[in-house]
């Protein structure tokens, strides 16, 4: 098990490097004259020049990337071109809100996605019928569109939350409640659509299989081989599935957040990507990377304990 | 794994999820625009810094007037008043400004505020990363004479200088804060507020709290002050009909009809004009634009009418000048010069030898929407000019500059005064004459306008620069833009002349 771990780790840190890599040509290639955003239309072309030499943006791609990469790798991500906040403390002050939305978003998906696909799998009829019409509708509509129909109902009508703004869990809980909802469920709709159709598929399959009706055949209630049997086994794949909900949702926050205005990393990913604000948007490709490979490690974790084949091989 | 698991349990673990990942969540500035004694105002761009010698104005004025306070002050008619200098004057030759400064100023880091502080930041701000940085272009020096006592001398006469200071040229920092790590997101001024770094998110959301030792007391209307972001106009929009914000620069006038029936006041100000910049008017780059005549084509090509109710939704105002209203250089004979006449349009290019039309290669930005360009095309078409564009991507202004094209499409400043104006648009230095074209009757009336020695002859040579310039059609306006800045119930405010956003000390509550 160590082993399998530390593969893990180290195949997380080769993609790390070649994510990094990749980022910082394309940020090059497709930012365009990045000091003249940073000084505006009105700054002459000796200014933006002269802004040019002090980032440095004058001197070979190659000398840049690995003068970045050898003061990350000394934990320095540098500050912000445009703000001059520190990357890491931009970071840090966003990551809590994003991933208190995603993990949010991925607890509401598995509770919600696990009851309706068992539901369907083993009601079958006009269950099954209605539960699959729910997810093709939790497909179909887009996470931005749920996300304004959501805050004209519950916020603006019924002004049970607030339409934008985040206000952290240690400020006022309540308040974070009013704030975190709605994005939540706006984010976690896609996710239950899709898991609920993996959760429907392998509990069916399942429960055709031999050893269930063995099980059933001795006696045990069926309640019973549902969820203590068949679930387990069916739940591999529902997770597979989860997992890449998460890094989804992660990319799915970014529009969430603009809609809610909340400060989180999607937020401040869209701004710093289009200004060509380098150093932030490397520290936020850091962290978005590491959190996806710590989240795949996890469920290939739990993929080991659910199901000692995988163990195995 | 799913051995009996109640619903309270699930509950409870939901809950504790949500709560674990809220836990470590960074404070905000919330989402309550609170009560009379707390103003939360949205707007549409995050500070690009803090420090004094750095920053932008127009939209981002807001960020530094919270926490700096500049030499003057301009009241809303544009007037320079007192603020940390309470007199000043000018010599004979206009080259020397001298100016008393206040004694009772204390930065909130408890140092004083003196002439050798204003010397510092002016000098800082002189060669600073600004993109203002040039208003201070015509400073020779500037020097204490005594604490109270500031002399500036200028390399030429500057007529918008006075203005320069009530803007973020003006902004005085703390001296002893200049070097410290943090003096781009926690500010050492001496203003109305102060930052609170603790419920400040950079980028998205700007907490300050009252300065209890401010030396204004009635400027300061307000406990505590939040500037919160809004990158996406639905979410202002959002926040305006939940009520969460006091005011609001809005980012276009799609959503007016509802803003207003939230309640919310408009306040309308015309801060820019839309159209094209004729450049290359030398004909290098197209040798057709050299030709008076044909740029006066183009600009009777455009339907302006038709285009300020297809692209600017009706609110503007048609124009033929890139002079606003309340400059002394406008002329209001000048707004209708060019109407929309196909037939003037082809005989003028007829007599200047393009009877069968020709090329002309212009930049787009798809941040101009998609229904500009087509616009641009056909008008100019049916007089037979065919554009070319090219998508700039984000290059648009920088090629612009460069110079990569002879013409372009864009919105530019109506800056507050004639002189900021010359320097952006007209002299051959301006920042939008990339060709650095320069035209003696243009340079003669910039100079008369300098060495004016009273008002009415310093409008006279403004007026006639600004008949000059349409008559040599230097650009194709359509329009005055029109944008809304929207109020509350509770708050009142006052547009600021020449400013894309009202000044703070203006907000009060009203009643």
């Known amino acids: 098990m160590l082993m399998f771990v530390l593969r893990r780790i180290g195949a997380g840190i080769v993609l790390l490097f070649v994510i990094s890599s990749v980022t910082f040509i394309l940020l090059y290639v497709g930012s365009g004259d990045i000091a003249r955003n940073i000084l505006g239309q009105q700054a002459t072309q000796e200014d933006v020049a002269l802004k040019k030499e002090q980032l440095g943006l004058n001197r070979p791609l190659l000398t840049q990337y690995f003068d970045w990469l050898g003061n990350a790798l000394h934990g320095d991500l540098g500050s912000s071109w445009f703000t001059g906040e520190e990357v890491t403390s931009g970071i840090t002050s966003r990551v809590a809100v994003t991933l208190s939305l995603v993990i949010g978003a991925i607890v509401v998906t598995a509770l919600i996605a696990t009851v309706l696909g068992v539901w369907a799998a ?192 | 794994m799913f051995r009996r698991l109640p619903l309270a349990g699930i509950a409870a673990t939901v809950a504790l999820a949500l709560a674990a990942a809220g836990c470590g969540g960074s404070s905000s500035g919330g989402s309550s625009s609170g009560g009379s004694k707390t103003l939360t105002l949205g707007l549409i761009v995050p500070a690009t810094t803090f420090v004094a010698a750095d920053m932008n104005f127009a939209n981002e004025s807001p960020y530094g007037q919270a926490v700096y306070d500049t030499l003057l002050k301009a009241d809303t008619d544009g007037k320079v008043v007192p603020s940390l200098a309470t007199e000043w004057k000018y010599n004979d030759t206009k080259t020397q400004l001298d100016l008393t400064l206040r004694d009772d100023v204390k930065f909130t880091d408890g140092t004083a505020f003196n002439a050798d502080a204003a010397v510092q930041n002016l000098k800082r701000f002189q060669v600073g990363n600004s993109p203002n940085k040039s208003f201070l272009v015509n400073m020779a020096d500037a020097k204490a004479v005594d604490p109270t006592h500031l002399s500036i001398t200028l390399k030429q006469v500057d007529p918008g200088f006075l203005n320069y200071l009530t803007q973020n040229a003006g902004m005085m920092g703390a001296p002893s804060a200049f070097n410290k790590p943090d003096a781009k997101t926690n500010p050492v001024g001496s203003g109305p507020y102060m930052m609170d770094t603790g419920n400040t998110v950079i980028g998205s959301s700007y ?240 100079d008369r306008y300098l060495k004016a020695t009273d008002e009415s002859a310093a409008t006279a040579a403004v007026k006639e620069l600004n008949t000059y310039v349409v008559d040599q059609a230097w650009f194709a306006p359509w329009y005055r833009v029109k944008s809304n800045y929207a109020t509350d119930p509770k708050t009142e405010v006052k547009a600021q002349p020449g400013n894309a956003y009202p000044y703070l000390w203006n907000f009060k509550p009203k009643g």
């Open chain 1, 122 to 313: 083993v009601r079958h009829g006009w269950v099954d019928k209605v539960v699959q019409a729910v997810t093709i509708l939790g497909f179909a509509i887009p996470g931005f569109l749920i996300a304004v129909g959501l805050v004209l109902v519950f916020a603006i009508n019924l002004q049970w939350f607030d339409p934008t703004g985040y206000i952290s869990f240690t400020d006022d809980p309540t308040g974070w409640l009013k704030t975190v909802t709605l994005p939540v469920v706006a984010l976690a709709i896609g996710g239950i659509a899709s898991v609920a159709n993996q959760v429907r598929g392998s509990v069916t399959d399942v429960l055709r299989r031999d050893y269930v009706r063995t099980l059933r055949s001795r006696g045990l209630p069926f309640n019973r081989v549902v969820f203590k049997h068949a679930l387990r086994n069916a739940g591999s794949p529902a997770l597979a599935v989860l997992g890449v909900q998460f890094v989804g949702l992660l990319g799915g926050a970014v529009i969430v957040e603009r809609v809610f205005a909340i400060p989180g990393l999607g937020d401040i990913a869209v701004g710093a990507t289009s200004q060509g604000d380098v150093p932030m948007v490397m520290g936020l490709v850091v962290a978005i990377a590491t959190i996806v490979v710590v989240v795949n490690l996890i469920i290939d974790l739990l993929q080991g304990w659910l199901n000692p084949k995988v163990r195995l091989s």
């Open chain 2, 207 to 446: 907490t300050f709290n009252k300065n209890p030792n401010y030396w204004d007391k009635d400027s300061q209307h307000y406990d505590k002050l939040v500037l919160k972001v809004y990158n996406d106009p639905t979410a202002m929009l959002n926040a305006v009909k939940g009520k969460q914000i006091n005011g609001a620069k809005l980012i276009n006038n799609d959503f007016n009809d509802q803003i207003k029936s939230s309640g919310y006041s408009l306040v309308e100000q015309e801060t820019d004009w839309t159209g094209l910049l004729l450049l290359d008017r030398d004909g290098k780059l197209n040798p057709a634009l050299k030709d008076v005549r044909v740029r006066q084509a183009i600009n009777y090509a455009f339907d302006k009418a038709a285009l300020l109710q297809a692209y600017g939704k009706g609110y503007g105002t048609v124009t033929s000048q890139i002079f606003p209203p309340t400059s002394p250089a406008y002329d209001s004979g000048l707004d209708s010069k060019y109407p929309h006449d196909l037939a003037k349009a082809k005989s003028l290019l007829a007599e200047a030898g393009y009877a069968n039309g020709f090329t002309l290669a212009m930049p787009s930005t798809t941040r101009a929407g998609t229904a500009l360009y087509p616009l641009i095309t056909q008008s100019l078409k049916d007089v037979g000019i065919t554009v070319q564009l090219t998508d700039a991507g984000t290059n648009f202004i920088p090629d612009i500059l460069a110079p990569k094209y002879p013409a372009s499409w864009l919105a530019l400043q109506m800056d507050p005064t004639d002189w900021q104006i010359i320097n952006f648009e007209l002299s051959p230095a301006a920042t939008f004459n990339p060709f650095k074209y320069s035209d003696p009757k243009v340079n003669d009336l910039i």
